[in-house]
């Protein structure tokens, strides 16, 4: 077994597969909000992520097992996924926000303790490891059921790395 | 002797919807739950469960407890013992036993019975796995999501399937430092997703890894973990982890003592987690007025628990003849 494969098994993404794919860039480097994407590459049976999808972004299951599928034209980046997915495999990036240097991520956060805005924090890519300090912009919890969405500001170029935050 | 129409054994996913299903279409159910509250395994569970939007998926496990006891207060046709455990089925006469508390006895006459009795933990062997520190994962969760008690400052996880998975991350809730988690195969048996939730926390997932001794004296000081060959065999170095609880989910079997006294026929199948009664697609056993229901019925999880429960509900009340909707 390669070392990636070994790493995959134990949870890392370590590239594209059907599920767990980028958004297009073109599209997604001049997208107000952000587009989402999601980390979901094993076929479980589950599909939260698309009857919660208000614009039909994630579209229909032929199976409840299927891997999401992401339309990106129809992606407004509202990040309900974010806060409804079961696996918290959904996480938004905007590339639009702030100067060129700088990305929003809008991430989800069930810990302790609870995030503030304006704080730095930790983030944290696959593998827990600390790759950046970001600033907490703004804090949600859209189904008000203590999944909070925490948009935090990191640099643009670790947004395919970063995957959660500590708040230190 | 007390008597109902549907007697349902176990207050878990499986029973409460049993139980609400038979008492909808008019049956007198009495349920017996051996623990102190209703709800089984559901009321420790803080995550969101997974599934459809119509078998309540993206809500919280004691979430949906809450909804299922509403669902049943609904209903006056039925009566719900807590503290209270089935001890004994007799086939000569279709009586069971039961003990509520400590000193109440009663005998019970049923129609039908629903055997929602849920599932034991399985453990491993290891030198020193007495120590107290060592603990099953059901356990550990009743410590922190029930009573609200932290079970210790630093923990090792054995098994990576979606207990494993799932407990740690509720462990990293709590405040309590996951050291690691082995895993005997080389990949996760848990969802790809509940591993990567706690990857990007720093947990480290061991693959092919167990756990070889528990170290301490009074008490877990320390673990041994040591990778595993392709017969499972230990080799090669041996690693020292400094944890002091350490939390085993590696799988559980159905609970079926009753289905066996019963008479019912058990047959063994290794996906399901071993003996389970032989049933029909209406979850009857092989005793017509026996159904089984939930992991009693072979380890699943709560979601196919919750819809088995409701088909042997249904099933029951058409046995009964009450089986439409007036």
């Known amino acids: 077994m390669t070392d990636k494969q070994k790493l995959f098994n134990s949870g890392i993404l370590t590239e594209e597969r059907p599920g767990a794919v980028s958004p297009p860039r073109d599209l997604w480097e001049n997208k107000k909000n952000g587009l989402v994407i999601i980390e979901c590459p094993q076929r479980i049976p589950c599909n939260p992520c698309h009857t919660s999808c208000p614009t039909g972004a994630v579209v229909p299951f032929d199976d409840i097992n299927d891997q999401p599928q992401i339309d990106y034209s129809k992606c407004t980046g509202c990040a309900r996924c974010v806060a409804v997915c079961p696996g918290l495999a959904c996480f938004v990036v ?12 809008k991430l989800p956060y069930e810990m ?8 730095q924090v930790d983030c944290l890519n696959r593998e827990g490891n600390v790759v950046a300090k970001g600033t907490i912009v703004r804090v949600t919890e859209p189904m008000h059921d203590k999944t909070k969405v925490v948009q935090v500001e990191v640099p ?8 959660a935050i500590k708040v230190v | 002797m007390r008597e109902t129409d549907v007697m349902v054994i176990g207050g878990g996913p499986a029973g409460l919807s049993a139980a609400a299903e038979a008492a909808s279409f008019g049956c007198d159910v009495t349920l017996v739950e051996s623990d102190l509250a209703l709800g089984g395994q559901l009321i420790k ?5 997974f599934g459809s939007k119509d078998e309540r998926a993206g809500t919280r496990g004691f979430k949906i407890s809450e909804l299922l006891l509403e669902e049943l207060s609904g209903y006056g046709n039925v009566k719900t013992y807590t503290n209270c455990t089935a001890t004994g089925y007799y086939p000569e006469d279709g009586v069971v036993t039961c003990v509520r508390a400590e000193d ?28 107290p520190g060592v603990y099953g994962a059901g356990a550990v969760q009743t410590l922190m999501n029930v009573y609200g008690v932290k079970p210790g400052d630093k923990v090792l996880m054995v098994g990576a399937g979606n207990i494993g998975l799932i407990v740690s991350y509720q462990l990293i809730q709590a405040g309590v430092q996951v050291a690691g988690i082995v895993e005997a195969m080389d990949k996760v048996g848990g969802y790809w997703v509940h591993a990567a939730k706690v990857r990007r926390l720093g947990v ?3 693959l092919r890894h167990t756990i070889v001794e528990a170290i301490g004296e009074q008490y877990v000081t320390g673990a041994v973990i040591q990778e595993i060959d392709e017969r499972f065999q230990p080799q090669g170095e041996r690693k020292s982890l400094d944890v002091d609880i350490i939390c085993m989910a590696v799988g559980l079997s159905p609970t079926c003592e009753l289905l066996w006294q019963a008479g019912c026929e058990m047959v063994f199948v290794p996906e399901l987690c071993g ?8 979850m009857r056993t092989s005793h017509k007025d026996i159904w089984v229901a939930g992991d009693a019925a072979g380890i699943e999880e709560a979601s196919s628990a919750m819809v088995e429960g409701r088909i042997a509900g249904v099933s029951t009340a058409r046995a009964l003849g009450r089986g439409t909707h007036e």
């Open chain 1, 94 to 105: 905007d590339l639009t926000w702030g100067d060129e240097s700088r990305a929003l991520m």
């Open chain 1, 112 to 119: 302790l303790p609870s995030p503030e805005e304006g704080r």
């Open chain 1, 156 to 163: 643009k170029d670790l947004v395919m790395d970063i995957r």
């Open chain 2, 45 to 49: 569970q803080t995550h969101k469960f």
């Open chain 2, 104 to 131: 109440e006895y009663f005998k019970i006459k049923p129609k039908k019975i629903v055997m929602a009795t849920g599932a034991q933990e399985r453990l491993i062997p290891f030198p020193n796995n007495h120590l």
């Open chain 2, 204 to 206: 480290p997932i061991y």
């Open chain 2, 275 to 282: 003996y389970v009664a032989q049933r029909d697609r209406n």
